[in-house]
């Protein structure tokens, strides 16, 4: 009687899934050895984390181009200031996303010297560019080309270092100065005036102003003259007036804010 067949032994895909490890960059998967002299161990270190970083810089130099085209390309432009992109606020003034600007560029073309020196040189070459900023201290500079790539490096700041839990960390813009303007627009001072049917005396009116200490208003970041309030009563005359802060100029802020 011939002997039973004996079926392959049936292979597990969870051990396969095993074998296979996420994808990582080259200077990772290289060992660091652990024995011999120390200095051997740590130049080992060091070289490995240099390598480690040069697709990082790649791509670092990479965005600085691609926004001082969006830059060169638009500018003039009233949609977007000269930025090349729109950064969104919310109602408490964080950055809610970024798009690109709609208008039609001013400049067809730029020349690659143009383009290489507003990404290496200045403190414009990052204008354009998003980065993030965690509570615990860990940050990055604007680097990332809009707010989606932002927000999911700091994602994995989180993963690693939280847990996967959200702390409080957002990201931040750079952007230029009249979009910078377009986005704050300062408001217009109220013009001095008389006010003659208040229905209060004078020393009514005149209370009407906020007494602080000069030092705490700095420190609150008021102006130290109005306690924040960017207007002052007088009395003068027999008349009632209402002035604009000679200090603050009507915006409430000290003034290096201010300005």
Known sequence: MPPAKRKPARRSTTAKARRTSARKHPARRVKIPRTGPLHQQIGARMVLFAVSHLDTRGDTVRSRKDAAILRATHKGCTTCQGNGQIFTKGKDGSFTGSKPCPAKPTKERVSRLEVWKASRFG??????????????????????????????????????????????????????????????????????????????????????????????????????????????????????????????????????AAA
């Open 123 to 256: 403190a414009d070459k990052n204008t354009g560019l998003v980065g993030w900023a965690c509570p615990c201290g860990r940050k990055e500079k604007p680097r990332y080309r809009d707010a989606r790539e932002a927000t999911k490096a700091l994602r994995t700041h989180e993963r690693q270092k939280h847990g996967g839990k959200t702390v409080g960390g957002a990201w931040y813009a750079q952007a230029t100065e009249g979009a910078k303007q377009a986005a704050d627009p300062k408001p217009e001072p109220m013009p001095s005036k008389v006010v003659a049917d208040s229905g209060m005396t004078d020393e009514q009116w005149i209370k009407q102003n906020k007494k602080m200490h000069p030092g705490k208003a700095i420190a609150a970041g008021l102006c130290w003259m109005c306690a924040g309030n960017g207007k002052l009563h007088g009395a003068f005359g027999n008349q009632q007036i209402l002035a604009v802060c000679p200090e603050c100029k009507g915006s409430g802020k000290p003034v290096k």
